[in-house]
C-alpha cells in the first residue's frame, strides 16, 4: 500500500529557509521524487533521491532516510516565486509509478 | 529541446460522450504515464507504458478508461460513456527509462457537464 504524510501548509518568509517534511510507507518503493507545482500548471521536477543522504542542487536540497520512510525538502533565500504546492512522491515498482499526496501548499510573504 | 505536450489542453463534453486525450512524449523516451488530478486532490496513477506495451493498468478507474501508445511515441487516453466524476486535469509523463525522471506535460483540463 501507499500512505504519504506532509504537511498541508507553510507559510515562510522572504528570503528565509523552510523545510518540507514527508513520511511515506511504500512498498517496491525505488526513490522518491520532490516536485513543484504552481497553481494551475503541470509539476515541475525539483529532485529524485534514490540512496540516502543530502543532495544539494542550487537553492533547493532534498534529503532521504530510507530505512525511515522519511524525506524532507529544504528550500533557501526563499523567493516570492517559490511560492507554491511541493508534492513529495515515492517512487515504486517496475514501472517506477509514482504516488502523490495532496502537496504541501507554501506561501512565502514579504 | 520540445517538452511533453498535450492535447487538447481544454475539453468540455456532455455526460455519456467519448473523448479523446492525446499525449506527445519527449522524443527517444521510452516510457510514458498517464496521471490525472480531480480538484483539490493529489495526483492518481493510471497507466505506464514501456515501450508500446503497458505492464501496468492498476490505476485506471474503470472499464470505460483505456490508453494505447503507438510507434513508441505518441499515446491515447481514451474514456467512454463519461462521467462528472471523470472531470480532471489529465497529465501525461516520460521518462528516458523507467528508473529516471518523469517529465510532466501541461495536462488537458476535461470537464463533463
Known amino acids: 500500500g501507499q500512505n504519504i504524510d506532509q504537511p498541508t501548509e507553510m507559510t515562510a518568509t522572504e528570503g528565509a529557509i523552510v523545510q518540507i517534511n514527508c513520511t511515506y510507507q511504500?512498498?517496491?518503493?525505488?526513490?522518491l521524487f520532490w516536485y513543484q507545482q504552481h497553481a494551475g500548471e503541470a509539476p515541475t521536477f525539483l529532485s529524485y533521491?534514490?540512496?540516502?543522504g543530502l543532495e544539494e542542487k542550487g537553492r533547493f536540497s532534498s534529503f532521504l532516510s530510507r530505512s525511515k520512510g522519511y524525506s524532507y525538502l529544504l528550500l533557501k533565500e526563499l523567493q516570492m516565486k517559490d511560492s507554491a504546492s511541493y508534492l513529495c512522491?515515492?517512487?515504486?515498482?517496475?514501472?517506477?509509478?509514482?504516488?502523490f499526496g495532496t502537496g504541501t501548499q507554501l506561501k512565502v510573504e514579504l | 529541446g520540445a517538452g511533453v505536450s498535450q492535447s487538447p489542453s481544454n475539453k468540455v463534453t456532455e455526460k455519456g460522450k467519448d473523448v479523446e486525450l492525446r499525449c506527445d512524449p519527449i522524443?527517444?523516451?521510452?516510457?510514458l504515464y498517464w496521471y490525472r488530478q480531480r480538484l483539490g486532490q493529489g495526483l492518481e496513477f493510471l497507466i505506464y507504458?514501456?515501450?508500446?506495451?503497458?505492464?501496468?493498468k492498476s490505476g485506471l478507474p474503470s472499464d470505460r478508461f483505456s490508453a494505447e501508445r503507438t510507434g513508441e511515441s505518441v499515446s491515447t487516453l481514451t474514456i467512454q460513456r463519461t462521467q462528472q466524476e471523470d472531470s480532471a486535469v489529465y497529465l501525461c509523463?516520460?521518462?528516458?527509462?523507467?528508473?529516471?525522471?518523469?517529465?510532466f506535460g501541461p495536462g488537458t483540463r476535461l470537464t463533463v457537464l
Open positions: 509523463a516520460s521518462s528516458d527509462r523507467w528508473a529516471d525522471t518523469q517529465y
Open positions: 511504500t512498498s517496491g518503493f525505488n526513490g
Open positions: 533521491n534514490v540512496l540516502d
Open positions: 512522491a515515492p517512487a515504486a515498482g517496475g514501472g517506477n509509478k509514482l504516488t
Open positions: 522524443s527517444g523516451h521510452t516510457a
Open positions: 507504458f514501456q515501450g508500446n506495451s503497458a505492464p501496468d
